[in-house]
């Protein structure tokens, strides 16, 4: 009897050994995982250690990336020159593409501004004898003309803020070249003669409309020297 007794309290302890051991094992085994408070003694286990080894696999692996201070060894005069000299010249570009397309809006305007003074001319022409249908117009031509003048300041006022951005960006683009940012004084170059060619676009539509006016205004002024002309010759002949 008491030889039996003994071999029942060996086989708790081992037992109860054994637990240990394993609950030991299997929290080393899932520190870190969120659920080791789940992992008990061996018979007050929740979770089979088959499904914890399924949520262990399961759980995403997000890599703990480390930051790396910068290499004061690359932080040279020449790489901060060149840096500079690009930033320099992207703040030169936008500079210039917000001056080229405030020109491009002022062109087209002035040209509208023109089409519809060319417009009113053509009408005046139309309606000579007709007294207040020529008051009517005359103070429409005038308002236009006013206009006209107005856009005409403006685009000169723009046009010398235009040649400084123009010279600025070359500057820009010079220096970034002699820093050694190539890449930039490529873009630089780019966008200038982008710029231009846009220029040079309305502005001809520009001196198109100038010079259709030019020759409307030639035209009418002939076509009521004539008219003017013909009254003086009619009332003359009227006094005879």
């Known amino acids: 009897m008491m030889l039996s007794r003994c071999l029942h309290c060996f086989r708790q302890q081992s037992c109860t050994q054994l637990k240990n051991v394993v609950s030991t094992s299997m929290k080393s085994v899932f520190r870190g995982s969120g659920i080791c408070a789940s992992v008990g003694v061996w018979t007050g286990c929740s979770l089979s250690i088959l499904q914890l080894a399924r949520l262990k696999a399961a759980e995403p692996v997000y890599p703990t990336a480390k930051l790396q201070p910068p290499d004061p060894s690359t932080l040279t005069h020449e790489y901060l020159m060149r840096s500079a000299a690009a930033l320099t010249v992207d703040s030169a ?56 003048e ?70 009418t002024i002939h076509k009521v020297g004539e008219m003017i002309k013909e009254a003086e010759e009619s009332s003359n002949e009227t006094q005879s």
């Open 150 to 219: 107005d856009k005409r300041r403006q685009l000169q006022n723009i046009e010398v803020a235009l040649l400084a951005v123009q010279h600025l960006i070359e500057s820009a683009a010079e220096a970034a070249y002699q820093t050694g940012a190539e890449a930039a004084t490529v873009a630089a170059q780019e966008r200038l003669q982008l710029a231009q060619n846009q220029l040079e676009l309305v502005r001809t539509e520009s001196r198109q409309a100038d010079s259709r006016l030019n020759q409307l205004q030639t035209q």
């Open 93 to 148: 570009i936008t500079l210039l593409s917000q001056t080229t397309l405030a020109t491009i809006h002022l062109e087209q305007e002035y040209a509208k501004i023109v089409s519809t003074l060319t417009s009113l001319l053509e009408y005046e022409t139309l309606v000579l004898g007709n007294a207040p249908e020529e008051e009517r117009v005359a103070q429409l031509i005038i308002q236009q003309r006013v206009e006209l």
